[in-house]
């Protein structure tokens, strides 16, 4: 079955995300520690399918508190029509203004989504972005982004002008399941493989608050008992951190 296929693949990429991006995933997690108990800001931020990954680390049960997400209109996958998301991500200067607009300031947190790597917008906010002291995580596919050219002029893929690397270890083009006669893949892996990631960097976070003697800016479950109570409570506490209530 070629479902068969696609889950044997995509075991595959996460054992080897787990084999080669263990000290990324703590050092990043120790990073987000560090910023919020420095009082200061995390976002996270993809174009079109990328963005998914930002929404999947916020206002989510397990999720912390402290992660803001960045909404820019133009590239989320509610434009019509949608391949106007793929012309504007090229645009060379909207991700300055994005991150200027964010007032993002040295001491904060951005995680940059794009599997790629190559397009105008992300690597106009990680240079903005660096260039206001902001630490700066890239999740990408290193060996795909390897394979193709740079769409902004400092010649550059995202990569290579960030702080700290995540690779998500899929194939070149992201689709990984291969067909007789169709030229084609199809089953990309980056949403999935991604989240794994992020997920592990949430859970690495936790026991680092942990270690430190500091109770977790978690989300309980709003649908179990006390949930509401909790978020509630955790909300208000990390109110000064948060941009998206």
């Known amino acids: 079955m070629y479902s068969d296929k696609y889950f ?11 084999a080669t991006q263990s000290r990324a995933i703590r050092e990043c997690a120790e990073k987000m ?15 079109g399918h990328a963005g998914l990954l930002a929404k999947e680390l916020f206002y989510r049960s397990g999720g912390l508190v402290t992660v803001n997400p960045i909404f820019a209109p133009g590239l989320e996958l509610d434009v019509v029509p949608v391949t106007l998301t793929s012309d504007i991500e090229r645009i060379e ?5 994005v991150i200027s607009r964010k007032n993002l300031t040295q001491g904060d947190f ?33 060996k795909y982004s390897e394979s193709v050219s740079s769409r902004h002029s400092c ?13 998500n270890c899929g ?4 689709a990984a399941v291969s067909f007789e006669g169709f030229a084609q893949k199809s089953g990309p892996t980056s949403t999935a493989a991604g989240a794994a990631i992020l997920n592990a960097v949430v859970a690495e976070a936790v026991g ?19 949930g ?17 209530m």
Not at 8 to 18: A, G, N, T, V
Request: charged share 25%.
């Open 93 to 97: 200067g909207y991700g300055k203004t």
């Open 110 to 142: 951005l995680l940059i989504h794009s599997v790629s790597g190559r397009n105008a917008v992300s690597i106009d906010m990680a240079l903005e972005a660096k260039k206001r002291g902001v630490f700066v995580v890239c999740l990408t596919n290193v």
């Open 228 to 244: 509401d109570e909790h978020n509630r409570k955790i909300l208000d506490e990390y109110k000064n951190l948060i941009t998206y």
């Open 171 to 174: 194939d070149i083009g992201d």
């Open 8 to 18: 044997e693949k995509l075991e595959s990429i996460l054992r080897e995300i787990k």
């Open 208 to 226: 680092i608050f942990l270690e430190k003697g500091v109770v977790p800016p978690v989300f309980m479950s709003a649908n179990l008992d006390g």
């Open 33 to 47: 520690v560090e910023t919020t108990l420095s009082k200061h800001m995390i976002y996270a931020v993809g174009c």
């Open 155 to 167: 010649g550059k893929r995202l990569f290579e002008v960030c702080s700290l690397v995540l690779d």
